[in-house]
């Protein structure tokens, strides 16, 4: 039985050359400098970017998602919550949309997370029930405020913005598919649900078709969906006249990769209001991609630009925290 390890065999080819023959030494060593050569320049090519795009609801959506199987979250005095379960994803991935194959790659990997491939969108995380939770025991006020969900996924902290009165919500999410088969649908659903008695028709059945053009006239204005990395959504933001600014910037598990910390930042940076807050839910380390709290804390310190202060913390499995940023005063 042989077994293929990887090891660096090339002392043992020379102290046993009388089995290898010149030209199969020349093959190999051939094959070492260009396997080099290869792992130099790919360290040298930047990452690649995934760009920025808006996505806008399909007029007949509801009418696809009517017999989907929904889950409800429903949290303390909070208003209920609906979402797209889960695991229908995975059984109906064959008969989606998915021009980003992340259906089928997170089920082929059996992986919740592909770096800068599927960044977990469809999945519910701990730290958006723990800001859920967070929102209901302070009473955060939303009435006229700007929010951003972002890496929204599911979208339940932009829903419950919405839900309490924001001016205007955008969600955003790394990939396309999240956003179109997930989040999209999420919000109409729980906007279908606040439908009230002036629809109804003779019978008093909820005209569902009256009642979904005029909420669809309501989003229009309230909601807008963004897919992309965070360097091109800001860009995006950026080039509207005047920047846009919120008020209130929620994320939930996203500090996971280090690698990402700087595009993070600079999207706090550039589009929180002058008295803006960002609420951060997060564990303490991610293992197997070294990013965490800690990590994060001792990169935002560094750049000098935000107090990051530890509103709550859970002790429940790995240590979670929920985290607040706001704009440091100057001494002026």
Known sequence: MAFSFNFDISSHIEQNDSNVTINEKEDKG???????????????????????????HAPDLLSHIENSVTETVTIGALPPLLYL?????????????????VLSQSITQNSDLITGVYEGGLKIWEGTHDLLEYVDDEGEMFSGKKVLDLGCGAGLLGILSL??????????????????????P??????????????????????????????????????RFFSGDWTSFLSLIQRQDPTLKY?????????????????????????LAEEGVVYLATKSHYFGVGGGLYLFESFVQEKNIFQIKTLREMDQGLKRHIVSMRFKKSPS
């Open 163 to 184: 839900k309490r009165g924001a001016s205007k919500v955008h969600f955003q999410d790394y990939n396309s598919t999240v956003i179109e088969q997930l989040t999209i």
């Open 186 to 223: 999420n919000v109409f659903l729980n906007c279908e649900e606040e439908g009230g008695d002036e629809n109804r028709d003779e019978e008093g059945s909820p005209s569902s078709k009256q009642r979904s053009v005029e909420k669809n006239h309501s989003l229009v204005d309230r909601c």
């Open 247 to 271: 008020d209130l910037i929620f994320t939930s598990e996203t500090i996971y990769n280090p690698e990402y910390y700087t595009s993070l930042h600079d999207v706090f940076h550039k589009l």
């Open 85 to 101: 379960n889960e695991s229908v994803f995975e059984q109906t991935a064959p008969e989606r949309e998915d021009a980003e194959k």
């Open 30 to 56: 051939n094959q070492d400098t260009a396997k080099k050569q290869s792992q130099a320049e790919e360290i040298n090519v930047p990452k690649k970017v995934k760009e920025a795009h808006e996505h806008k």
